[in-house]
């Protein structure tokens, strides 16, 4: 389906299924009738497009180990925008988006010269950085974080005091973002970057400029991450440098990885999705449960190189392919 929506081209079966899954998501909370699952639910979003910027930018070429920075960035500029100017969700998420944005430009237009394995470092580097300096400087709250962030204003009767109100908000986010790194990917902005990422000697040598294409997937990319981490602070009504820090770049990576990078989309879904509700339903034993999930992703990315979907794809083309010999023969 992913390489059908990259050359722009979707079956009557595709536009069918995707329907019934888009069906399937709005009526999910009709279904799941308990909060902490809804909860996942939403989790597993903020996720899905996290690992969406990490797949936007491998499909440039460039790996990052800092969409953690840019979700953090999003995050504190909602919030100060929120506490501090007194502004409504529904101009902070919009503000801190495009903030986001421009400090990544600013800073992507010194990194992003800087491909391979300095730019994975860099990125690295400043995702510590970020976390540090939300913890170290009073101005953002210092590690005890800030509280007290408002819940978005309300829409007509939608009142954003439940569940089901973030659950509804998270997944318009994702779709909006999945439709708008579609339009890019389908056009020719897309197929550069495919380019780009096959051979940069090459697509030098057909006049596109590395640089400026690099540049362009890391704004946007991050512009989207500072989006989520919006509406991360005010879901959750407050933020601590400890919720960015850690493994969240390293789990933002492992979500594109394990559903697939070939697959820009549905590779970050399925693998937020798993790498969400699988380690919580191993939580009735605790004392295993990182043991466990630490050698299926071993067994994906060791024998499964291309992640789950691209495995399957891989199988269903075998298995055609066999078919197809088999008919032949007879």
Do not use: C
């Amino acid at each position: 389906m992913e390489k059908s929506l990259i050359n722009g081209k979707i079956s009557k079966g595709w536009l069918i299924f995707g329907g019934m899954v888009l069906l399937a998501l709005v009526l999910l909370p009709l279904a799941v009738k308990n909060a902490y699952m809804l909860h996942l639910f939403i989790m597993a979003y903020i996720g899905i497009v996290l690992g969406m910027t990490f797949s936007m930018l491998f499909s440039a070429g460039l790996i990052t180990l800092g969409a953690g920075a840019f979700y953090a960035i999003g995050a504190y500029g909602s919030t100060l925008l929120s506490t501090r100017l007194g502004l409504s969700f529904w101009a902070a998420l919009p503000l801190s988006t495009l903030i986001t944005g421009i400090v990544a430009l600013a800073i992507g237009s010194i990194i992003v010269r800087h491909p391979g394995m300095a730019f994975t470092i860099i990125t690295l580097l400043l995702a510590h950085v970020v976390i540090q300096a939300t913890g170290q400087i009073e101005f953002f709250g210092g590690w005890g974080g800030i509280i007290g962030v408002e819940t978005p204003d309300p829409i007509g009767p939608i009142q954003f005091k439940t569940k089901i109100s973030f659950y509804y908000l998270i997944l318009f986010l994702l779709l909006l973002t999945a439709l708008v790194f579609h339009a890019l990917y389908t056009s020719r902005i897309g197929r550069v970057w495919r380019a780009i990422k096959l051979s940069p000697p090459l697509a030098e040598t057909l006049g596109i400029n590395l640089y400026r294409y690099r540049l362009l997937a890391f704004t946007i990319a991050s512009s989207a991450a500072g989006m989520v981490g919006s509406f991360y602070a005010h879901y959750f009504q407050m933020i601590t440098p400890e919720a960015f820090g850690g493994w969240l770049s390293i789990y933002i990576q492992l979500y594109a990885v394990l559903g697939g990078l070939e697959f820009y989309i549905l590779g970050p879904a399925v693998g937020a999705v798993i790498m969400t509700f699988v380690p919580e339903y191993l939580r009735i034993a605790k004392e295993v449960e990182p043991i466990i999930t630490g050698v299926f992703l071993l067994v994906v990315i060791l024998f499964f190189s291309g992640g789950i979907l691209g495995t399957l794809r891989r199988f269903w083309t075998a298995k055609k392919t066999a078919v197809f010999s088999d008919k032949e023969q007879s």
